[in-house]
């Protein structure tokens, strides 16, 4: 499964940005769908997933609250809404998708995008 990533760009504290993935010729409709973030010289971390139904989603305990996953599988997307966004949200923002259940390490997700960065100035 190929996944594209797109939505990131330049926003002011505060503000909001909407990231899609989709995957062109493909579905994922019945898979698991995360989302990381990987900031300079940090290691790739867990920012939230849905299950394929959209029925269990988790969020890391530093976006909860603030972010929100959803997944149209009619039309073989998924989103991940930011808002609120701190500088330290800044970061290469990845979709990834799995069988199985939702969890939260990286290494778990078979397929990814190429990442859409997010730039979150103070």
């Known amino acids: 499964v190929q996944l594209q990533a797109s939505g990131g760009g330049l926003v002011q504290a505060g503000g909001s940005l909407r990231l899609s993935c989709a995957a062109p010729?493909?579905?994922?409709?019945?898979?698991?769908m995360g989302w990381f973030r990987q900031a300079p010289g940090k290691e790739r971390e867990f920012v939230a997933a849905i299950s394929w139904s959209g029925g269990i989603i988790s969020y890391a305990d530093s976006v909860k609250g603030r972010f929100t996953i959803s997944r149209d599988n009619a039309q073989n997307t998924a989103y991940l809404q930011m808002n609120s966004l701190k500088p330290e949200d800044t970061a290469v923002y990845y979709c990834?998708?799995?069988?199985?259940?939702?969890?939260?390490?990286?290494?778990?997700?078979?397929?990814w995008g190429q990442g859409t960065l997010v730039t979150v100035s103070s």
């Open positions: 010729g493909r579905t994922f409709s019945t898979q698991t």
């Open positions: 990834a998708v799995k069988w199985g259940a939702v969890v939260t390490g990286h290494w778990s997700y078979d397929y």
